[in-house]
């Protein structure tokens, strides 16, 4: 397995692999002046390596390595997460420590299921969504591609989060959200509406 990205978020996903006794053989950085990580190597082209974890938090960034790159991509689950048989998870998609994903859950391509976050039962999480810390979503919601719901937030039953938005860190969503926003607050209501 490779890493796209030797930073922070990097390391996360290093422990991932290591508790799955998956072998990391380089991660891969545009920064010329990093050379190791972790005691890994750091290479500067990702040309002719698969399968690759793009380890990299943004969103936006994620999603524009993913659709350059011509590869395989891997998929982390940490030992200590629980996720059930039934349950979809796309390429490139990491589930760091204590997380938890139910029954019939779909999680996209190249999504971040961070640490003891929840996804419950039949939720729809579409691609390059990022589930923050202790995050918790009940069952049936449905999260946009692009999407970042912050640490600790709450998503009630049923409710659809649209594309491209942000749910600030501790909020209650008990409506639907749109496209491209911030949104925060118990309840949760939007502050700012973005241009695509």
Same mark, same amino acid.
């Given at each position: 397995m490779?890493?796209?990205g ?5 390391k996360?996903i290093i422990d991932i692999?290591n ?13 010329h ?7 890994l ?8 390596l ?7 938090g943004?969103?936006?960034?994620r999603k524009t ?7 395989d991509f891997?998929?982390g !689950?940490?030992?200590s997460?629980i996720?059930?048989?039934? %349950? ?5 998609? #990491?589930v760091m /420590?204590?997380a ?9 391509k190249?999504?971040?299921i ?8 039949e939720?729809?999480?579409?691609d390059?969504?990022h ?5 918790t979503l009940?069952?049936n919601?449905?999260i946009?591609?692009g999407t970042q719901i ?5 998503i ?14 501790g909020s209650? !969503? ?5 496209d491209?926003c911030? %949104?925060?607050g118990?309840?949760?209501? #939007?502050?700012? /509406?973005y241009?695509?």
């Amino acid at each position: 397995m490779y890493l796209y990205g030797a930073s922070g978020h990097a390391k996360v996903i290093i422990d991932i692999l290591n508790s799955q006794q998956e072998e990391i053989k380089a991660l891969i950085d545009d920064n010329h002046n990093l050379t190791e990580l972790c005691g890994l190597p750091v290479v500067h082209s990702a040309e002719g390596l698969s399968p690759i974890i793009i380890s990299i938090g943004n969103n936006s960034i994620r999603k524009t390595i993913a659709e350059k790159l011509n590869c395989d991509f891997g998929i982390g !689950v940490h030992s200590s997460a629980i996720v059930s048989p039934s %349950a979809k998870i796309g390429d490139g998609t #990491v589930v760091m /420590q204590g997380a938890i994903i139910q029954a019939e859950a779909t999680i996209g391509k190249h999504c971040i299921i961070n640490t003891g976050a929840t996804v419950d039962h039949e939720c729809f999480i579409e691609d390059y969504v990022h589930i923050s810390p202790n995050a918790t979503l009940c069952g049936n919601v449905h999260i946009g591609e692009g999407t970042q719901i912050g640490a600790g937030s709450v998503i009630v039953p049923g409710v659809k989060i649209g594309k491209w938005s942000l749910i600030c860190a501790g909020s209650v !969503v008990t409506k639907d959200i749109p496209d491209n926003c911030m %949104a925060a607050g118990n309840r949760c209501k #939007v502050l700012k /509406q973005y241009n695509k």
